[in-house]
């Protein structure tokens, strides 16, 4: 079968909330391909785990303890991946949390408003600090990725605070793309579907409990809305991620990407 490579302008990037899960996958991707890679995440255990995960990578593998919706930790982890490396070249948003779930006039205020701190106050906190050194003068080709979610496009009952955040990052993804592209930075999102592993394994257990049935009916309702009839992996998001840092991606800016098996097709 025939092979091609994806060619990564960039040397240096730095990737929130990846000590674990699509963001661990994202940065041993960008590693793989000889990327200088920071690594942030606000578990110091998952952080540690991740370091000793990616110690194999052709890139260096630098990681920052911090949280993303504090702005000065943002700070931070972008001036350590610029210290670190000389330089940052690519950003890549991966932070956000589930956030309640329940009807919205069950949801406090501050339940309401911490979930968008996290997953778009987060994307903000990590991207304005990284846009001058993106923008620099002896950098070129920069990358922004957003990871926002097939939630932010399409309704997801109970999950107000999460939906109406990653609906945020897509329109934060676009207007950047704007404010950016005559600054040599691109910005894109990717909309995953809903993705192997524990978090989604736990989802799937809740829900067999509240109900009475059984994990594997769950399992199959939830797989069932995906014309595929599949889960989306960890990697294929990621991915999706690397063609966007790639030169295949020079213009496409602006986007935002479905990965959700065709759940979302628009």
Do not use: W
Not at 21 to 49: K, Y
Not at 128 to 134: G, Q, V
């Amino acid at each position: 079968m025939p092979e091609t490579d994806l060619t990564i302008p960039g040397e240096a990037a730095a990737v929130t909330a990846a000590g674990s899960g699509i963001g661990r996958q994202i940065a041993r991707q960008l590693a793989d391909a000889g990327v200088d890679v920071a690594v942030n995440d606000v578990d110091g255990d998952a952080l540690a785990d991740a370091e000793a995960a990616l110690a194999d990578c052709a890139g260096d593998v630098h990681t920052v303890q911090g949280d993303a919706s504090d702005p000065e930790d943002m700070e931070s982890f972008v001036e350590a991946a610029v210290d670190a490396f000389g330089g940052l070249d690519i950003l890549v948003n991966n932070v956000g949390v589930a956030g309640p779930t329940k009807p919205c006039e069950d949801i406090s205020s501050e339940e309401f408003l911490k979930t968008l701190e996290i997953n778009l106050g987060g994307q903000f906190n990590a991207t304005r600090a990284a846009i001058p050194y993106l923008t620099a003068d002896d950098r070129a080709d920069g990358r922004v990725v957003n990871v926002a979610s097939m939630s932010g496009k399409r309704p997801l009952r109970n999950r107000t605070p999460y939906t109406t955040a990653k609906m945020g990052v897509v329109g934060f993804t676009r207007t950047l793309a704007v404010e950016l592209a005559d600054r040599g930075v691109t910005v894109n999102a990717v909309c995953p579907g809903s993705v192997s592993g524990p978090r989604l394994d736990a989802v799937i257990e809740g829900q067999a409990r509240d109900r009475e049935a059984s994990v594997e009916a769950v399992e199959a309702e939830f797989r069932s809305v995906s014309p595929m009839d599949e889960f989306v992996e960890a990697g294929d998001v990621a991915d999706t991620v690397l063609f966007l840092c790639s030169d295949r991606a020079d213009r496409t800016t602006g986007q935002d990407v479905n990965v959700t098996a065709g759940v979302t097709m628009y």
